[in-house]
């Protein structure tokens, strides 16, 4: 069973982190087709390339909840929290060095964002790998996920003028019209 998951984890970070990476061009490959914006950057905000490591770990899990959910039964709340991680390691790591050396390096948000994933997928294992369950925290931990993903698409849309949501290319907030 451990080994099984751990697979899984694995492979769930090699996911996260290529199909993450394909979402950041996919709204400007779509030639910027509305829908495909709820779930792609649509923008060069922290807040959209958030987006980046939740919508494929999301996609991950539907495929990986019907493999190893009967061997965990933590698996939205491994899950869960790995989504969080991922959120919360992002724009800390972001803020912290461009806070520090006062300017924006790619090498370094490439490097948050596989470590982040990284981060998120090993925490999930272990959570995963508990024997503790509660069925109560698994609809909590899904409501969880659920919530997130709607607020991905809501601010999307309408993003609040914070800087986490202004692209830093061109100032301004949500999808560019």
């Known amino acids: ?89 992002i724009p800390v790591f972001f803020y912290s060095y461009t806070a520090i050396i006062g300017e924006h390096i790619l090498w370094l948000d490439i490097f948050s964002f596989i470590f982040a994933v990284n981060v998120g997928q090993f925490v999930s294992y272990k959570i995963m790998m508990k024997s503790e369950y509660n069925l109560e925290i698994s609809y909590i931990s899904l409501f969880g996920i659920i919530i997130i993903g709607v607020l991905f698409v809501v601010f999307t849309y309408f993003p609040p003028q914070i800087p986490l949501f202004q692209d830093s290319l061109t100032g301004l907030y949500g999808i560019p019209i």
């Open 1 to 89: 069973m451990r080994n099984r998951i751990l697979k899984w984890q694995i492979g769930g970070s090699i996911f996260i982190i290529m199909f993450g990476s394909f979402l950041h061009f996919l709204f400007e490959l779509s030639g910027n087709f509305l829908p495909v914006g709820a779930i792609s950057a649509v923008n060069e905000s922290i807040w959209e390339h958030l987006k980046l490591g939740y919508w494929p770990l999301v996609f991950f899990g539907i495929l990986e909840y019907r493999y190893v959910n009967k061997e965990s039964q933590n698996f939205f709340l491994a899950n869960l929290v790995s989504a969080l991680l991922i959120l919360f390691i």
